[in-house]
């Protein structure tokens, strides 16, 4: 069965640390993972990337595809609290487009 | 410039009680998408329609039927509400089935 898993599931910061989440994946005809980011209502999407595009970086997030070890990493630098929120991490197939979500991340981060 | 909207925002019903769920784009997208999102679950996929005249089942279809109306339009009916349908349910679109899917705010189902 595909699947998608996301450690940890919570997390609890202070202004300033550096987070590192984690997404790993079971997946048949995988084509791309992506990464959300939801506080209090819609997802927002952050990265997506795919076998041509393993890093991605926007300002203080950045995040990296390992296809061998099939996981990706979300690094966040100098957390600010604006960054508490779940962030989730889902997968897509080569064909029909359909997503799977992971269970996310509950970062908190604290001033 | 709204996006991904979904009505209503909030609703309480009894259960057997039958309701559907709107949700319009206005982003002239091909793909869209119902969700349902439960503590500790993540997002998991209910119906989706790839394009246009196109429906097919996601992670967990029973107990609810779509409708792609016209390109804009998507909606999601509950024929006989049950209290494990108790939920927050998100409408998204996408390009394309292969591009990033933008959402809405949500609907928030409560059946009692």
């Known amino acids: 069965e595909d699947k998608v898993v996301q450690s940890p599931l919570s997390l609890v910061v202070h202004e300033g640390d550096t987070v590192t989440l984690n997404c790993s994946y079971e997946?048949?005809?995988?084509?791309?993972l992506l990464w959300y980011k939801q506080e209090k209502k819609a997802p927002t999407f952050l990265f997506m990337l795919?076998?041509?595009?393993i890093e991605k970086k926007s300002g203080r997030l950045s995040s990296i595809l390992d296809k061998k070890e099939l996981s990706s990493i979300l690094n966040i630098t100098a957390t600010q609290t604006g960054d508490s929120a779940i962030y989730l991490c889902a997968v897509t197939y080569n064909q029909g487009g359909k997503l799977i979500f992971g269970q996310g991340t509950e970062l908190s981060v604290k001033p | 410039n709204a996006g991904v909207t979904q009505t209503p925002k909030f609703q309480v019903l009894k259960t057997g009680q039958s309701m559907t769920l709107q949700c319009a784009q206005d982003m002239n997208h091909n793909s869209m998408y119902w969700y349902r999102q439960d503590p500790g679950m993540g997002l998991r996929l209910i119906y989706y329609s790839a394009s246009e005249g196109t429906t097919d089942k996601g992670e967990v279809p029973n107990g609810y039927n779509v409708s792609r109306l016209n390109k804009r339009e998507f909606s999601l009916r509950l024929e006989s509400a049950a209290p494990s349908q108790t939920s927050v349910y998100f409408c998204?679109?996408?390009?394309?089935?292969?591009?990033?899917?933008?959402f809405g705010d949500g609907t928030r189902l409560s059946i009692l």
């Open positions: 997946v048949t005809n995988f084509r791309s």
């Open positions: 795919t076998s041509s595009g």
């Open positions: 998204a679109s996408s390009e394309d089935p292969y591009q990033p899917q933008h």
